[in-house]
Each structure stands twice: as C-alpha cells, then as structure tokens.
C-alpha cells in the first residue's frame, strides 16, 4: 500500500553534504508524520528529524542546526539535506512514513508503520 525508496547516501569527508531523497507511492492522500531515522549496525534505530502534516518539524539534538528536513507534496517526497557532517552520523538512514491519526502524539513519538529499505552515509575523518 505505501512503498518508500531512499537515495543520496555516499562516503564523505567531514564538514561535507548529502542530501538524502524519499520517494513515496501511496494511495494515501498525505502522512500525519514523516521522518528520517538512522541506525549502526547492533544499535537501535534513532529518529533524527520528523515533519508533520503543517511542516512542523523536530529534530534530535545531535543534528539540529545541521539537518534540514523538508516535503514536497507534489512531488510526493521527503528530503534531507545534511550539512557539516560528522564521523558520527555514519549509519544507514532510513525513511519512514506514518500513516494514521494518533491524537496527541507529536511525530517524535509517532509509532511509525512503514518503512524505507536504507541508504548508507558514510562520513570519514
């Protein structure tokens, strides 16, 4: 029913950009909540950045000021634009698409229910 493709990751050196791309094919008119998440091999997927229905956006701590997310409706597809990159924001990163009212949940603790396949970002030293 709803199907996500990421594309844009790359090996960079820090202080370097990417610019990560979300394609979504879905029935569904518009999401409550869309979001980028990352996660390292045996650790826990993170939410890095969350848009809402609005253009409301949150962003984790780690990224804010150097990750911009953002949508582009017609185009039916979410963006993540990463600026002066770290060594630490080495992960795969994925998109995730929420769809479905939950009443009172902002999109930073959104019980995401579809996911994209990955796209790795690797940032050297």
């Known amino acids: 029913q709803v199907h996500l493709v990421e594309s844009g990751g790359g090996s960079v050196q820090a202080g370097g950009s990417l610019r990560l791309s979300c394609e979504v094919s879905t029935e569904t008119a518009s999401s409550s909540c869309m979001a980028w998440f990352r996660q390292r091999p045996g650790e826990e997927r993170q939410g890095v950045a969350h848009i809402a229905r609005g253009r409301r956006t949150i962003y984790s701590d780690s990224v804010k000021g150097r990750f911009t997310i953002s949508q582009d409706n017609a185009k039916h597809a979410i963006y993540l634009q990463m600026n002066n990159l770290k060594p630490e924001d080495t992960a795969m990163y994925y998109c995730?698409?929420?769809?479905?009212?939950?009443?009172?949940?902002?999109?930073?603790?959104?019980?995401?229910?579809?996911w994209g396949q990955g796209t790795q970002v690797t940032v050297s030293s």
């Open positions: 995730a698409g929420g769809y479905g009212i939950q009443t009172g949940v902002p999109c930073d603790k959104y019980d995401y229910n579809h």
